[in-house]
Nanobody
Framework: VQLQASGGGLVQAGSSLRLSCAAS????????LGWFRRVPGTERELAAG????????LYGDSVKGRFIISRDNAKKTVYLQMNSLKPEDTAVYYC????????????????WGQGTLVTVSS
């Protein structure tokens, strides 16, 4: 499975941004998908995850209530709608895939996209 993330950019605090991650190869509908983020010098952390059937989602405490993860199996794409952005949301965002179930751990994910940079100015 190849993953291609897009949609990052420079925005002001309080703005919204939507990230997309398009997949090719594999059976997209059988994969759980996650959006991780990494600030330089820190470990990747899960921002949001969604199970293969879309029935289970995970959100990191710092993004809960502001970010929404969704998937469109027909388009083989996972989205991360980011609202009320804060400067501390500045990071490189990566999409990742693993079979079926969500996981908080980046080590559980098999496939990774290349990352897209989100910068939120104050």
């Amino acid at each position: 499975v190849q993953l291609q993330a897009s949609g990052g950019g420079l925005v002001q605090a309080g703005s919204s941004l939507r990230l997309s991650c398009a997949a090719s190869g594999g059976t997209f509908s059988l994969y759980a998908l996650g959006w991780f983020r990494r600030v330089p010098g820190t470990e990747r952390e899960l921002a949001a995850g969604i199970s293969w059937n879309g029935l289970s989602t995970l959100y990191g405490d710092s993004v809960k209530g502001r970010f929404i993860i969704s998937r469109d199996n027909a388009k083989k794409t996972v989205y991360l709608q980011m609202n009320s952005l804060k400067p501390e949301d500045t990071a490189v965002y990566y999409c990742a895939a693993r079979s079926y179930r969500n996981s908080w751990s980046p080590g559980d994910y098999t496939y990774w996209g290349q990352g897209t940079l989100v910068t939120v100015s104050s």
